[in-house]
């Protein structure tokens, strides 16, 4: 992270880690001597992890109190049993957050809401980092460009129903002439990757460009996969400069719409959430941390040791990316749904 973003963060979110009272207590008497569970919604040695441990290790240092950070994995059902702990049974007094897919946070907007949760009530910290994804295919595969993909079908990895590696790869086939074919059933995506290799899949649709970085950098430096498409204008170090950007393949602008919407939740590339009801003080202690943990130098020195990317997004930031989501216009929302057959 450069001096400048650091600053601006700073300024932007004006840190402070002097909360109020919230419920008679000051932050510090509540979380000394405390422990606050941080749940993460994939498993071992996938990018979550990588991040929820690398802020695990951080956060309680910047919180009054100086709790103990532990990082703790609840996986199942795409995220979806991370989401209906955080909001029906964790505690609401700050002990309890957890890391989600930054798709879930969308799925209630668009007419699926299994665990029956409101986006707009929980309580979000902000994002570790705003996400570009890419499309990619093996070595081997016959899809080797865009074009190519627009002929042939390319078999890649679901995670489950409200998962983005399921609804993005039906948005890009329905609003852009993609062929990829879902195979459904894998954990994440992480432990998916590993089957290109034995060529069990031909690629992958939807995956983010830091966790091809931090999971697969042998891919790119041995030429193993073709990148064939990316979200957004971002220049993408290692990548070819001319890589097609998918929202100029869309032509048609109510289509174009649709898939903005959709892409709209790239910079909740890694969102970490409280529950709802917690005390308002509650919530500005557990924000500013978030805040100063990101700009703190051990973080930050951490991070780049592991080159681990950190853009970070502020809570209020989270917020208000989500409201004008619940706001977009009706016809779009409802071609949302049509292009993901809801």
């Known amino acids: ?20 009272l919230a419920n008679g207590q000051t932050p510090e008497p509540f979380f ?8 993460v919604f994939s498993g071992a040695g996938s990018t979550y992890d990588v991040y929820s441990r690398l802020l695990g ?16 994995y609840m996986q199942g059902a795409g995220g979806l049993k ?3 702990y955080i909001n029906r049974i964790a505690p609401k007094d700050g002990s309890a957050i957890g890391m989600i897919g930054r798709g879930l946070a969308f799925e209630p907007l668009l007419g699926r809401n299994e665990v029956n949760f409101d986006p707009l009530r929980l309580n979000w910290l902000g994002s570790m980092n705003r996400e570009v994804t890419v499309a990619l295919s093996w070595m081997t595969s016959k899809v080797k460009t865009f074009d190519d993909l627009t002929k ?29 074919k879902i195979i459904m059933g894998y954990r994440e995506t992480t432990e998916a990757s590993l089957q290109l290799e034995t060529g069990e899949l031909d690629g992958i649709a939807y995956w983010s460009w830091s966790s091809i970085l931090a999971a697969h950098p042998d891919w790119l430096r041995d030429k193993k996969i073709n990148l064939l498409f990316k979200t957004g204008h971002k220049v993408l170090p290692g990548a070819p400069p001319d890589l097609p950007v998918i929202q100029d393949l869309v032509r048609n602008p109510t289509d174009r719409k649709a898939l ?7 910079p909740l590339g890694r969102p970490v959430v409280a529950p709802p009801g ?25 991070a780049e040791r592991s080159q681990t990317e950190v853009n970070p997004v502020s809570g ?14 009706e016809d779009v929302i409802n071609l949302v749904k049509k292009v993901l057959d809801r």
């Open 1 to 20: 992270m450069s001096s400048f973003t650091r600053r601006m963060a700073l300024a932007t979110l004006g840190v402070s880690l002097n909360a109020g």
């Open 32 to 39: 000394k001597g405390k422990q606050i569970s941080f749940y």
């Open 57 to 72: 290790r951080h956060l309680g240092n910047n919180i009054p109190g100086r709790p103990t950070v532990i990082v703790q």
């Open 82 to 84: 991370l989401v209906d």
């Open 152 to 180: 042939h079908e390319l078999l890649v990895p679901g995670t489950g129903a409200g998962a983005d590696s399921e609804i993005m790869p039906r948005a890009f086939n329905n609003l852009a002439g993609t062929r990829f």
């Open 260 to 266: 903005d919407f959709l892409l709209s939740r790239e």
């Open 278 to 302: 917690l005390p308002p003080e509650r919530v500005k202690t557990l924000r500013d941390a978030f805040t100063a943990t990101m700009v703190d130098p051990a973080f930050v020195a951490e």
């Open 316 to 329: 209020e930031e989270v917020d208000a990316i989500l409201k004008e989501a619940a706001s977009a216009p």
